[in-house]
């Protein structure tokens, strides 16, 4: 046997012979400490013993899972990570803390998006060893989690456990690199978009009713989102916590005690030509929204409003408070206003966004001009938020009418 510091030494190496002759290699964790919890009891190693590169990986491999082992044992996991070794909820918190994970690379939306459906995988299926699961065992876990949490959060969990399957691969962990590629392999159901948006009628609607309930601010931010195609964290902000060493070097900020208002729409974005130029929230800020104010009437009378000695800082600000908007009560309080201004609940504020896409592919605008009023870098995109059918199929319909009658003429 190989001594401890010779590269092939390999503690835990268990070898199976098969009834066809085939050898299979296992590592093979220590049996009193698997008595005592330790996960997972055994692991599938792949390549050749007798290729002596192979036996150099093969080895390397046992002597690191050997390695966890005894951390474990010593009771050196760390504290943000106690699950255990080789399961999903270790490969999942991982992705989660560790400072090196992609995961801290997202905006702060997406981070809670993640950690919403992490939150669920981990308490559902967390416990279960990477080693051993199957596509069968993923599509059962989708239509429980389907049934558990609807279509979407079911659907947003299997892609969820793609991404932190996918670290776990970075980590080189080999049953994260096999199951990345079962899951490869394993199809599900995207579910469907959404169908609705609301009309130019029920913008007009809500921003009556804001202004009668004491609101105006939502009535801006709402023709701000409706006519310029905004999405609502360009035109509101968000509230972050950085670090304690991040606050340190914000400087000029809008803050409100250990929070950071970032990425809202404020009057510097409006030149004196009345141009807005907003870099968007979902590029990172690498795309620029741009739009000339001068051409939307609403939009001028809406602004109009504001008394010049209030256009500094952010635009839309909470009247209550007199600093920009909670994204959480600005929610709840759009609904109440919705609700008096005649709004179904299955119509909601994100959808003003795909109402402005769709009342310009109504009023004729062509797919490239729509797609660069979006702020879209991609077409494809743009036509997912086109809603309009009914009135585009119409014009087609009567364009199409139109040249037959035309060529029975001539």
Known sequence: ??????????????RMKRHNGRIDLYWVADEQLVKKGYTPKTVRLFGDWNNPHEAIEIAARCRILSAE?????????TSKNMHGLGTIAWVAVAFE???????HEKRRDTQIFYSRYIKIIVATVGKRLLSE?????????H??????????????????????????CELRDANSIE?????????????KGRKKRPTYDQIIAFREAAVEASR???????????????????????WVKPKPEERERIKGAITDGAWIWEWGLTWRHIDGGMILKKPTSKSNGSETAEHDLKLYPDMIAALGRVPSEHRVGAIILDEGSGKPWKKSHFSRT???????????????????RAGAVSEAFEAGAQAEDVMKAASHTQLSTTMRYNRGKIVQTSRVAELRVARRNKDRED
Request: negative net charge; glycine residues 10%; proline residues 4%.
């Open 69 to 77: 082992m005894l951390e474990w044992a010593g009771g050196a996991e």
């Open 179 to 191: 199951l990345a590629n079962v899951l490869k392999h394993t199809e599900f159901t995207v579910p």
């Open 97 to 103: 803390t560790d400072e090196d994970s992609p995961y």
């Open 133 to 141: 699961i199957t596509g069968r065992d993923v599509r059962r876990w």
């Open 143 to 168: 239509k429980n989690w389907v049934d558990g949490y609807g279509e979407r959060s079911g659907y947003a969990c299997v892609q969820t456990l793609r991404r932190i399957v996918s670290y776990g």
């Open 334 to 352: 759009f609904r109440k206003i919705a609700r008096k201004a005649g709004w179904p609940d299955d119509v909601w504020n994100m959808d003003s």
């Open 1 to 14: 046997m190989a001594s401890q510091d010779h590269e092939l030494y390999a503690p835990g190496l268990k």
């Open 216 to 238: 105006p601010s939502l009535a801006l931010a709402l023709t701000l989102q409706f006519d310029l195609g905004l999405r609502q964290k360009d035109v509101i902000g968000e």
